[in-house]
């Protein structure tokens, strides 16, 4: 996909996956519209971006969840170009956990930043692409646990399966309007979410999380690998985007073969129990 030139909104712009799209559509001379909530990191990689070349045409902070802000961010980026061309949704959080062990704030803060936040990205950037009529492309940042019932993660996967839901809607909506919708399914992806995870009941400060962080990370992609695969996955115009193989086998599985998945998840669900003790309510 040609990016010179074009205008690129990123959420969650300031570390990981959305970092490093940012970095390769700098390179690509894309004109970049980042935002983050975490202000100091967002300025830090805005400035790096700044100093190797890239046109960041603007940086504002915003919390995604908040839809008087996203509003703001959209104001302030059609008063300084125009519509944008590429919306990428990749701001989230995860929050893990079993059901007698979460609390609904817990659920409340997974829904309102996973499915509300694109959703008021898309409420106020989307007319105005429509209204342009140059087409373009929207990128919903989804995960292995928007497609697979994996264990502990439901009210990230309630949020993840949100966002795919609205996605699949999309694709058909707004292919009139030749704006390609790409629902991205990461696997595991080393970026700093791995840090700030919650899992209801867990001491993520304890050996046996930082254990299991361990493992997780040795088999991790890294950020750029994540974002060299969006890019191509938009290249090509795919609508389901996979980082990594395994979770596009074990989508494959699930579909083919649900004797054989259905194994699978309850041995994960031993093991992930087995692996991480849970306090007491």
């Known amino acids: 996909m040609e990016l010179h030139g074009k205008r690129i909104l990123i959420t969650g712009a300031a570390s990981g996956i959305g970092r490093a799209l940012a970095e390769a559509g700098g390179r690509d001379g894309a004109q970049l519209l980042l935002t983050d909530r975490n202000v100091a990191l967002l300025d830090q990689t805005t400035a790096a971006l700044r100093d190797s070349g890239a046109d960041v045409a603007l940086a ?25 061309d ?46 342009a009529g140059r087409g373009g492309h929207i990128v919903n940042v989804s995960s292995a646990a928007g497609l697979l019932g994996l264990p502990w993660h439901a009210p990230y996967s309630a949020s993840k399966f949100g966002l795919r839901g609205v996605s699949e809607v999309l694709r058909f909506d707004l292919r ?8 991205v399914c990461p696997g595991g992806v080393a970026t700093p979410l791995t840090s700030t995870v919650e899992i209801a009941g867990v001491d993520t400060s304890g050996p046996a999380f930082t254990r299991m962080q361990a493992h997780f990370r040795k088999r991790a ?19 389901l985007v996979y980082t990594s193989r395994d979770i596009q086998l074990a989508y494959l599985m699930q579909r083919m073969f649900p004797p054989v998945y259905n194994m699978i998840m309850r041995s994960m669900n031993v093991a992930i129990r087995r692996a991480l003790p849970v306090t007491k309510p």
């Open 60 to 84: 504002h902070a915003a919390d995604v969840s908040d839809f008087a802000q996203v509003q703001a961010l959209a104001k302030a980026v059609h008063d300084q170009g125009g519509s944008v």
């Open 86 to 131: 590429v919306v990428m949704n990749v701001a989230g959080i995860a929050v893990w956990g079993t059901v007698d062990r979460l609390e609904h704030e817990q659920w409340r803060k997974a829904i309102d930043v996973n499915l509300m936040g694109p959703i008021h990205v898309i409420e106020s950037f989307v007319p105005s692409m429509i209204e």
């Open 176 to 183: 009139r309007h030749h704006i390609h919708v790409h629902l």
């Open 221 to 239: 992609v890294s950020p750029e690998q994540a974002a060299e695969a969006i890019l191509r996955g938009m290249q090509r115009k795919r609508y």
